[in-house]
T-cell receptor
Framework: NAGVTQTPKFQVLKTGQSMTLQCAQD?????MYWYRQDPGMGLRLIYY???????DKGEVPNGYNVSRLNKREFSLRLESAAPSQTSVYFC????????????FGPGTRLLVL | QQQVKQSPQSLIVQKGGISIINCAYE??????FPWYQQFPGKGPALLIA?????SEKKEGRFTISFNKSAKQFSLHIMDSQPGDSATYFC????????????FGTGTRLKVLA
């Protein structure tokens, strides 16, 4: 039981490059979330998926797209990376259907030059 | 109305002392208030949570105090230990729908040995 896993752990991109952050959970949760964490700003919701096949914008969705591939996997894509997207990205699952706790992955550190 | 305000931003406490972190919210629809603990390089992990039907919840050395009329809640860490040194986030959520969290901006706690 690995919980929530994220890949890669660390990535360096040049401005304009694209990449996809991967997230998977093995807890059979319906809901999954992507957050970004920046110093002094806490955790801000980028996108979430309440169930397989649905996605919705969070607080800071601009510059990102998501795909809920199946119940286990939820990916975050940066189409054209910008320095402002330098951050630590966390995926979480849970938080629905009576399971209000969100479980977080270990994070992906992204540096955009 | 969606904000959760957290203070202080940083806190230094002597070993054995009491650490107190405060949060305030505005949206009266919030009905679930978790606290997360995050160590450097790790994802946040649930520490303790409370619902507004109780004014206090205690788990070991960690206590949440909740004041529904003031729309405030706080985390108390009794007998603080160097191992408690971490960043703490409060959050608020509504148990309707997808349990989206609104996080506070975090408090960096350092407990001196």
């Amino acid at each position: 039981n690995a919980g929530v896993t994220q890949t890669p752990k660390f990535q360096v991109l040049k401005t304009g490059q694209s990449m996809t952050l991967q997230c998977a959970q093995d807890m059979n949760h319906n809901s999954m979330y992507w957050y970004r964490q920046d110093p002094g700003m806490g955790l801000r919701l980028i996108y979430y998926s309440a169930s397989e096949g649905t996605t919705d914008k969070g607080e800071v969705p601009n510059g990102y797209n998501v795909s809920r591939l199946n119940k286990r996997e939820f990916s975050l894509r940066l189409e054209s990376a910008a320095p402002s997207q330098t951050s630590v990205y966390f995926c979480a699952s849970g938080g629905s259907g009576g399971q209000e706790t969100q479980y977080f992955g270990p994070g992906t550190r992204l540096l955009v030059l | 109305q969606q904000q959760v305000k957290q203070s202080p931003q940083s806190l230094i406490v002597q070993k054995g002392g009491i650490s107190i972190i405060n949060c305030a919210y505005e949206n009266t629809a919030f009905d679930y208030f978790p606290w997360y603990q995050q160590f450097p390089g790790k994802g946040p992990a649930l520490l303790i949570a409370i619902r507004p039907d109780v004014s206090e919840k205690k788990e070991g050395r960690f206590t949440i105090s909740f004041n529904k009329s003031a729309k405030q809640f706080s985390l108390h860490i009794m007998d603080s230990q160097p191992g408690d040194s971490a960043t703490y986030f409060c959050a608020a959520s509504s148990l309707l729908g997808t349990y989206k969290y609104i996080f506070g901006t975090g408090t960096r706690l350092k407990v001196l040995a």
